[in-house]
């Protein structure tokens, strides 16, 4: 619940009304997140994929940030079965703004790095992003019964 109301204070004031007037969650948030630094060609699956999950799922959150008017949502002119997103520009310095913050600290300790480092700890990331990308959940056995 910290974590929760530590991220609606380094909100923008005008993201954190938003998301307060439309009930918009963290999940929201890392839609936002995932389109700061998309292009304007980012589809619903895009977002479903980058984000792990379900193209209802992300289709959901796409539309309550459209109607909350953060995001702006349209037909792919070369694939009509395909919807768009974008940050709409009214909310693209708040949300570049809140991953900035959200990404200083990280910055500031990859700074203090040697370059060696800075590499070591990217080949780590990697790695790491693609063994939760490949990741399958062990299958438990039920209980047996005598």
């Known amino acids: 619940?910290?974590?929760?109301?530590?991220?609606?204070?380094?909100?923008?004031?005008?993201?954190?009304?938003?998301?307060?007037?439309?009930?918009l969650t963290a999940r929201h948030g890392a839609v936002l997140g995932q389109l700061a630094v998309a292009d304007e060609n980012t589809g619903v699956g895009d977002l479903a994929r980058a984000m792990g999950v379900s193209l209802s799922t992300a289709s959901e959150l796409v539309g309550d940030l459209s109607r909350a008017g953060i995001v702006e949502r349209r037909e792919d002119p070369g694939n009509r079965r395909r919807t768009l997103v974008r940050l709409a520009d009214a909310y693209r310095p708040s949300v570049e703004q809140l991953v900035a913050g959200r990404a200083a600290?990280?910055?500031?300790?990859?700074?203090?790095l040697s370059e060696r480092d800075?590499?070591?700890f990217a080949a780590g990331l990697r790695a790491w992003a693609a063994e939760v990308r490949n990741w399958t959940p062990p299958t438990v056995d039920p209980p047996k019964t005598p």
């Open 1 to 23: 619940m910290l974590a929760q109301r530590t991220a609606h204070v380094e909100m923008p004031p005008d993201l954190r009304e938003a998301f307060g007037r439309h009930r």
């Open 118 to 120: 800075r590499q070591g």
């Open 105 to 112: 600290p990280l910055l500031r300790v990859l700074d203090g």
